[in-house]
């Protein structure tokens, strides 16, 4: 009986890790190695890097500048590297950067694929803001989407002008440096999930 109990655990706790997987990125000088990979949502990734490199997660805007910023609530490893977990690799495009050689290029991309069987195409959430027109901030009111997932901000060439995380429910955007104008609200990877915001 004991045998029966031991294996039914050892098979509940493999099938609970056995679809994770640890991805790991080296550096080449002042490179990282790959500077982009796919995984999947619950997947790790371990920076086993020179001591003289961190990874440091900055927004889009921040990374095209080559620019460290840190990103509110986004992953930040010691010099040497180390591991960033799943808790930090929401579903979305993370950017990241060598905080000390950011200047010089060093920075990469991590993409985190939806594993949970739910169709990226189907979205089952609620997505408004308010006030629109705004002045200076306006509100995103979400229901549904996960704490962490990246909005985008851009005019309506295309050009990001501004990227972040959402909070819980309702996340404040101050758009004070935005000059008067339309954008375009982008949440998430999807191209359909986007709301126009009116600066005033």
């Known amino acids: 009986m004991k045998a029966k109990i031991?294996?039914?655990f050892l098979l509940f706790s493999a099938s609970i890790t056995g679809f994770?997987?640890?991805?790991?990125?080296h550096n080449s000088g002042f490179t990282f190695t790959p500077d982009?990979?796919?995984i999947n949502e619950g997947d790790s990734v371990n920076f086993a890097i020179a001591t003289m490199h961190d990874a440091r997660e900055v927004s889009e805007v921040s990374w095209q500048a080559n620019g460290n910023t840190a990103l509110p609530g986004g992953f930040q490893t010691i010099l040497g590297g180390g591991l960033v977990l799943p808790a930090h690799l929401t579903v979305g495009t993370h950017w990241y950067v060598c905080s000390i050689h950011a200047a010089s290029g060093m920075k990469g991309v991590i993409i985190v694929k939806n594993t949970n069987g739910v169709s990226d195409f189907l979205p089952q959430f609620n997505l408004s803001i308010?006030?629109?027109?705004a002045r200076s901030t306006f509100t995103i009111k979400s229901s549904g989407i996960s704490s962490g997932t990246l909005y985008y901000i851009s005019d309506q060439s295309g050009s990001l002008k501004m990227t972040g995380r959402l909070n819980?429910?309702?996340t404040s955007v101050n758009i004070e440096k935005l000059a008067s104008g339309i954008y375009i609200l982008r949440v998430g990877d999807q191209s359909t999930n986007t709301l126009k915001v009116i600066k005033e």
């Open 130 to 133: 308010y006030p629109n027109p």
């Open 36 to 38: 982009t990979v796919t």
């Open 20 to 25: 994770s997987t640890t991805w790991t990125i």
């Open 6 to 8: 031991l294996l039914s």
């Open 168 to 170: 819980d429910d309702t």
